[in-house]
């Protein structure tokens, strides 16, 4: 891959979303990300990340949640009503929380069921060999079962499942969660790389830290609303975002309730 951008935006604007026609999870959010670009979502346990997850995969209707209001489109194609194995052939693929590898199979796989819906051949075959240029040991370990591996492993190959889709955008939920700084390093510096082989990159974490090191531009959300966006150093040297999500807020109010508050936009 030469590392130019591949594939088109993500653009929510103002969407709106209620479970069961009566619980708000999404208050007015509008997020963007660019072609070739990385994207920091950031926000505690039930901020919304999940919900916004599920309205741009396709995955609102199974948990009983609905757009109410607002658009969310990947290039042309309208998210709301596209239906998520659509959305993945698309070009966008998300790896979720807690890895979800299948624990019975082998790496290899696990590997292929990532590429269910390519017809190409010589295509998956190319994806095979980036992934397990990634990732050696996943080429190491390729006739293991997955229940057997590391959790850090696991997210190697959840990462891995995910690329040979050859995703033109890759949402990425919560993946340092459970894994030790060593490996959490590692995962940050292959997010990294497959930025920089042109694929889009929308990175959701609680690890802002983590998070903010690798993205150009970043989003905090809080109770369904989007309360700071800005660039990502801007928001990793602001003293509040450093505050409530770089350590030591317990015990504070949530950060869109803090005095001065200012949104910084593009």
């Known amino acids: 891959m030469d590392g130019s951008p591949r594939g088109p935006s993500l653009a929510v604007q103002e969407l709106e979303v209620a479970y069961h026609r009566a619980v708000r999870g999404l208050r007015g959010v509008s997020v ?4 070739g670009g990385v994207v920091a979502l950031l926000g505690a346990n039930g901020a919304g ?14 948990h009983g949640g609905v757009v109410t209001a607002g658009t969310a489109k990947f290039g042309d194609l309208d998210l ?8 993945v052939r698309a070009g966008l693929t998300q790896v979720m929380e807690g890895r979800r590898v299948f624990a019975e199979l082998t790496v290899e796989e696990n590997l292929r069921t990532g590429a269910y819906t390519r017809r190409d051949k010589a295509g998956v075959r190319a994806s095979h060999e980036r992934v397990m240029a990634l990732f050696p040991r996943l080429a190491e370990r390729r006739g293991q079962v997955a ?3 590391s959790g850090g492993e696991q997210q190697m190959l959840a990462i891995g499942r995910a690329l040979m889709g050859d995703p033109k ?5 919560e993946p340092s969660l459970g894994l030790a700084p060593m490996v959490v390093e590692q995962i940050r510096q292959i997010i990294k790389t497959i930025n920089g082989q042109g694929t889009s990159v929308l990175l959701v974490e609680q690890n802002a830290r983590m998070a903010l090191s690798i993205a150009d531009h970043g989003y905090v959300l809080e109770t369904g609303r989007i309360v700071r966006e800005g660039p990502a150093a801007e928001l990793a040297a602001d003293a509040r975002i450093q505050e409530f999500y770089l ?8 950060l869109g309730r803090a005095p001065h508050r200012r949104k910084v936009r593009r």
């Open 147 to 149: 229940g057997y591996l």
């Open 32 to 35: 963007k990300v660019p072609a």
């Open 80 to 87: 709301r009503t596209a239906g998520a194995t659509r959305i």
């Open 49 to 62: 990340k999940t919900t916004l997850l599920r309205a741009v995969t396709g995955l609102l209707d199974g």
């Open 247 to 254: 350590g030591g807020a317990a015990g504070r109010p949530p």
């Open 169 to 173: 955008l890759l949402v990425l939920d």
